[in-house]
């Protein structure tokens, strides 16, 4: 089994990324269920704006699309702006868009029977607005978001330290991560048993 986290960060390597940061709890929970891993930083890559699987002229998206397809668990990591996802977040689910016409060899969309998760940093409130938003898009796109299927980490609303500079509030955020791989495993472990079809007909 295969997982794939999405860091939407604003910031380009090498700089830090707290969001990054907590996606590494996550990662290392799914290590311990046997899952293999791969981590890409959105921002590093030239991710064309539109909603096709290819904008063609150096656009990196399609090889990242080929890594999403080949991955059952999919987890989108971004901070919050504003309340919201970052621009970054949006880039990559506006591309998964096209996803929604696509199909595999049963006919199925070809999200099917994978799972997604959501991790957020950041020190404004807002972090379950931003895992609806995202768990939301990627349901529509034809993904599995078990129960509790995300973590997030900040310290209410207004400016502050960031995940690396503060514990406070850590041992939440793990645990959370815990459950979330835990669930994201089980879930698409049982998908693979069980799949999702289209109904006959």
């Not at 002229?57 to 919050?80: F, H, K, M, N, Y």
């Not at 768990?135 to 529509?140: E, I, S």
């Not at 330290?161 to 991560?177: I, M």
């Amino acid at each position: 089994m295969r997982a794939i986290v999405i860091n939407c960060t604003l910031k380009p390597s090498p700089q830090p990324s707290n969001t990054e940061a907590l996606a590494h709890v996550v990662i290392q929970q799914l290590e311990g269920h046997g899952v293999g891993t791969e981590l890409v930083r959105a921002v590093d890559l030239d991710i064309k704006p539109g909603v096709e699987s290819d904008m063609g002229g150096g656009d990196d998206w399609p090889a990242v699309r080929e890594r999403l397809l080949a991955a059952e668990i999919l987890v989108i990591a971004s901070p919050t702006w504003l309340g919201r996802p970052s621009s970054v977040a949006q880039r990559v689910l506006e591309r998964m868009d096209a996803m929604l016409s696509e199909t595999d060899d049963q006919g199925r969309p070809v999200a099917y029977n994978r799972v997604a998760g959501v991790v957020v940093t950041g020190n404004e409130d807002g972090a379950h607005h931003v895992i609806s938003e995202i768990h939301g898009a990627l349901g529509d796109i034809g993904y599995t978001a078990p129960g509790q299927a995300w973590t997030y980490w900040h310290l209410g609303p207004g400016s502050g330290p960031d995940y690396l500079d503060d514990q406070r509030g850590h041992d939440f955020a793990e645990k959370s991560a815990r459950y979330m791989a835990a669930n994201l495993v089980g879930t698409a472990r049982a998908l693979a048993v069980t799949p999702l079809g289209p109904p006959p007909g």
